[in-house]
């Protein structure tokens, strides 16, 4: 009896231990491999394998979009502007080689290579008023009768700006800024035939100076605050501008008079929210949107859709564009997947989408209608 107990009292003492050796040595080996060594930034992996394509940034095509490649590299030193947030993509009005990255808190960026190389904008005395590198920078503007005068709008030190440099970006003044703090200009336009200079800003305003920013007059303040304008580059008399909310209005002579063209492509259920604006070479405007795509022939008066391939759990539509010399190609991004159009929409392919998880801006090349950029973001 006690050779029977203790023959059990060993087996039992075996299971508990071998149990044990489970719980304590071999899952914590499996689930548990300790913290890894920290990276560090700029050193490839050890492996000797080439490191990970960006998963955000500005890339660049020059096939029309079968294959991408980065196009963010820092001229002069190692790095990339691949963190940056960047809001727009804005190319220079005379040089079709010459392209801005506008920032989210990185300031202003240019490259005059396609975007194989990238330079900031910064002004030695943004201490003493000027453009700082840090600024959030949201629209550039471009006399193109003479290309060393610029207007950049940006968001620094808590107001709106705008800035005004006469040559060449290598120095800035400003020469306006937002009555309040906390609201912001957020678009600029250079009207090269009245050489006024026009603004909008987070408080409703629309403003136009005359003589480079030294002095400005109210055209109308509206009730909701202003993100974007859009003219025509057919008629420049023909504008028009976005609220957060989603309205647009219109003016057919510089400001004289305004209407409120919602009411127009209002019926497309979610055409209000999630909006991404442009306008071709021919005046033709676009919206992307919650709804999908949606454009109008006639300033605004009639909206249709064109018959875009974009199922509905890939909406909205973030990014639209068209070529400047031929519109009928156009470019539509939903989610990370890229579309195109050869036949002015009738017809849609789809392309090999740059790394991200979401296409935020494309641009295409003014004169090489086989380059594209595209703005991808990985949130």
């Given at each position: 009896m006690n050779t029977m107990n203790n023959r059990t009292t060993v087996i039992v003492f075996l299971a508990i231990f071998a149990v044990g050796i489970v719980l304590f040595v071999v899952l914590p080996f499996i689930f548990f491999r300790g913290p890894s060594e920290p990276e560090?930034?700029?050193?490839p992996p050890p492996s000797g394998e080439p490191a990970d394509v960006p998963t955000q940034g500005v890339f660049r095509s020059d096939n029309g979009g079968r294959t991408w490649d980065p196009a963010d590299a820092i001229e002069g030193r190692i790095g990339s502007i691949a963190g940056f947030r960047i809001r727009r993509l804005i190319?220079?009005?005379?040089?079709?080689?010459?392209?801005?990255?506008?920032?989210?808190s990185n300031g202003l960026w240019e490259s005059r290579s396609r975007g194989a190389l990238w330079a900031q904008i910064a002004d030695d005395e943004s201490m003493d008023?000027?453009?700082?590198p840090m600024a959030d920078v949201l629209s550039v503007a471009i006399n193109p009768d003479d290309p060393r005068e610029w207007y950049v709008a940006a968001y620094q030190?808590?107001?709106?700006?705008?800035?005004r440099s006469l040559d060449d970006g290598n120095s800035f003044t400003e020469v306006y800024r937002t009555p309040s703090e906390r609201f912001g200009v957020f678009d600029a336009y250079y009207d090269s035939?009245?050489?006024?200079?026009?603004?909008?800003?987070?408080?409703g305003g629309l403003l136009e100076s005359r003589d480079r920013g030294e002095t400005w007059r109210v055209v109308r303040w509206f009730a909701d605050g202003l993100i974007r304008m859009l003219v025509s580059p057919r008629n420049e008399a023909v504008r028009f501008l976005v609220t957060p909310e989603g309205r647009v209005f219109r003016t057919e002579d510089r400001g004289a008079s305004w209407v409120d063209i919602t009411p127009n492509f209002r019926q497309f259920s979610g055409a209000t929210a999630q909006q991404a604006w442009f306008i071709d070479s021919d005046g033709n405007l676009y919206l992307g949107s919650a709804y999908g795509l949606l454009r109008s022939r006639d300033h605004g008066d009639t909206f249709?859709?064109?018959?875009?391939?974009?199922?509905p759990e890939s909406l909205p539509v973030r990014a639209v564009a068209a070529h400047p010399a031929e519109p009928f190609r156009v470019a539509a991004a939903a989610a990370n997947q890229l579309y195109r159009s050869d036949d002015d929409g009738l017809s849609w392919s789809i392309l090999i989408s740059?790394?991200?998880s979401s296409i935020t801006d494309l641009l295409f090349h003014p004169t090489d209608r086989s380059v594209i950029f595209a703005i991808t973001t990985s949130r």
């Amino acid at each position: 009896m006690n050779t029977m107990n203790n023959r059990t009292t060993v087996i039992v003492f075996l299971a508990i231990f071998a149990v044990g050796i489970v719980l304590f040595v071999v899952l914590p080996f499996i689930f548990f491999r300790g913290p890894s060594e920290p990276e560090e930034p700029g050193v490839p992996p050890p492996s000797g394998e080439p490191a990970d394509v960006p998963t955000q940034g500005v890339f660049r095509s020059d096939n029309g979009g079968r294959t991408w490649d980065p196009a963010d590299a820092i001229e002069g030193r190692i790095g990339s502007i691949a963190g940056f947030r960047i809001r727009r993509l804005i190319p220079h009005p005379t040089d079709p080689d010459t392209l801005f990255a506008a920032t989210e808190s990185n300031g202003l960026w240019e490259s005059r290579s396609r975007g194989a190389l990238w330079a900031q904008i910064a002004d030695d005395e943004s201490m003493d008023g000027g453009l700082a590198p840090m600024a959030d920078v949201l629209s550039v503007a471009i006399n193109p009768d003479d290309p060393r005068e610029w207007y950049v709008a940006a968001y620094q030190d808590r107001r709106g700006r705008l800035f005004r440099s006469l040559d060449d970006g290598n120095s800035f003044t400003e020469v306006y800024r937002t009555p309040s703090e906390r609201f912001g200009v957020f678009d600029a336009y250079y009207d090269s035939d009245t050489r006024a200079v026009w603004i909008i800003t987070g408080q409703g305003g629309l403003l136009e100076s005359r003589d480079r920013g030294e002095t400005w007059r109210v055209v109308r303040w509206f009730a909701d605050g202003l993100i974007r304008m859009l003219v025509s580059p057919r008629n420049e008399a023909v504008r028009f501008l976005v609220t957060p909310e989603g309205r647009v209005f219109r003016t057919e002579d510089r400001g004289a008079s305004w209407v409120d063209i919602t009411p127009n492509f209002r019926q497309f259920s979610g055409a209000t929210a999630q909006q991404a604006w442009f306008i071709d070479s021919d005046g033709n405007l676009y919206l992307g949107s919650a709804y999908g795509l949606l454009r109008s022939r006639d300033h605004g008066d009639t909206f249709t859709a064109p018959p875009l391939i974009v199922p509905p759990e890939s909406l909205p539509v973030r990014a639209v564009a068209a070529h400047p010399a031929e519109p009928f190609r156009v470019a539509a991004a939903a989610a990370n997947q890229l579309y195109r159009s050869d036949d002015d929409g009738l017809s849609w392919s789809i392309l090999i989408s740059p790394p991200g998880s979401s296409i935020t801006d494309l641009l295409f090349h003014p004169t090489d209608r086989s380059v594209i950029f595209a703005i991808t973001t990985s949130r």
